[in-house]
């Protein structure tokens, strides 16, 4: 399940140009489909632990390819994926 609630996902989704916001839902939507073993070993989401970074309640943060161009940074929470920021400049979701 995902939850894109976070309000820097929300703003950095809205300041997505139109191909950008496609290349994520259509993301979002696989992953949705997915179960936790298929998102890990995805090789397409490139999915990557970020050991430079915790997330709130120091969860293990992850960053996942969105498109060649840019990254998200999520964290599981039991059954959640919960989506807190989008990385157009790749390299930022590490830092």
Request: glycine letters at 4%; charged letters at 25%; proline letters at 3%.
């Amino acid at each position: 399940m995902l939850d894109l609630n976070s309000p820097v996902f929300q703003r950095d989704l809205f300041a997505l140009n139109k191909s950008d916001q496609n290349a994520l839902l259509s993301t979002l939507k696989r992953i949705r489909a997915m179960t936790w073993q298929q998102l890990y070993r995805d090789s397409g989401l490139k999915w990557e632990t970020i050991h430079s970074r915790q997330g709130p309640n120091g969860q293990r943060l992850y960053s996942f390819r969105i498109s060649q161009a840019f990254r998200a940074v999520a964290y599981r929470e039991d059954v959640w994926l919960r989506i807190l920021s989008l990385h157009p400049d790749h390299d930022s979701a590490y830092h």
